[in-house]
């Protein structure tokens, strides 16, 4: 599948890349014990920070080792893709445990609530690339990739209920402070040198399964509506960038302990997604059949990238290259393979705790997908 001599051969992509990946990676063990000893007194946070910028340098020669350019610092810094960013933002309250708890129902991950108005008071995710772009020699053709929560985060759990009345009567004031914090934090990662920026939602998946719709709609959301509105959220943070941001977004349908908890296929969102939110990559999950089929490609605009999310980070088993390469065919029906990329389908620890498959594993994932890009679109 690869490019021949009678066709062009396809752009480069840079970034996104033809090998990517969501970002988190499972957490080194010396991570995981040194923030259960700050979180019971024992270690400061300049200490945690020191334990933190070694396994983080560490994982960068191993992203550099495995073919990765699109370079992350794992989301060691991390218990949550989400909360550990969105609690800085004035105005948002997180409540329960920052530890996974577990019940009956399954997992319960902290509650977020807007209890005042929503403030950008400091930089928040700044000092951490500043960190990681340290480490990445430009030489490499490597470039750090920053991930932070989508907007959207703030509100789909909870909706109305969740934000404070007094602070917000008008959710149009509140939908427009949300934007307006996010448009300052991407203004300094940019003022700082990033040129790379994920947005990890899960409430536009979750808005693809027929159960979390009606959830929804339980809680008075007009779910048809919903998708426009929070593209017009994500637009109203990234519309105006610079042109040599490159804004994707990642679609997750759950990924905690190798779990899943959403399932549809796009289609109820495709045209949206694609043709009214303006970002400029999707990390799409489709690694299996939960994710429907690759239809809904059709609406992709000739301006966009679809980084096809084959691989599961979800399992240890290898995938079988050939059924890959055939779904890569099979999507490529639908959306020009130019504009086609290839990742794990999401990230390998989204929380703390990480997914049930070893190191070693997950490096074995990441080489798979570069061989299967270096056989369907050549050396990158």
Known sequence: MAATASQPPPHKLNPPFRIDHVGSFLRAPEVLAARKQAAAGALSAAELREVENKAIAELVKQELANGVRSITDGEFRRAYFHIDFLKNLEGVTVTGSIQSQENEHGFSPPKLSVTGKLRWVKPIEVDNFKYLQSLIDPSTGAI???????????????????????????????????????????????????????????????????????????????????????????????????????IGIHLCRGNYRSRWFAQGGYEPIAEVLFRELNVDAYFLEWENERSGGFEPLRFLPPSKVVVLGLISSKVAALEDKSHILARIREAAKYAPLDQLALSPQCGFSSTQEGNDLTVEEQWAKMRLVGEIVEEVWGKN
Not at 146 to 160: A, C, E, K, N, Q
Not at 176 to 205: K, M, P, S
Request: glycine share 6%; net charge negative; hydrophobic share 40%.
């Open 144 to 246: 750090p990739k920053i991930t932070i929560p989508s907007p959207t985060m703030v509100h789909f759990r909870g909706g109305r209920a969740s934000i404070d009345i007094d602070s917000y009567p008008d959710l149009d004031i509140f939908f427009a402070d949300l934007a307006a914090v996010y448009r300052q934090e991407i203004n300094a990662l940019y003022e700082a040198g990033c040129r790379y920026i994920q947005l990890d939602d899960t409430n536009l998946a979750y808005l693809c399964d027929p159960d979390m719709r009606a959830a929804a709609a339980g809680r008075g959301e007009d779910v048809n509506a919903l998708p426009r509105q929070y593209a017009a959220l994500i637009n109203a943070v990234v519309d105006g960038r610079p042109a040599d941001l490159c």
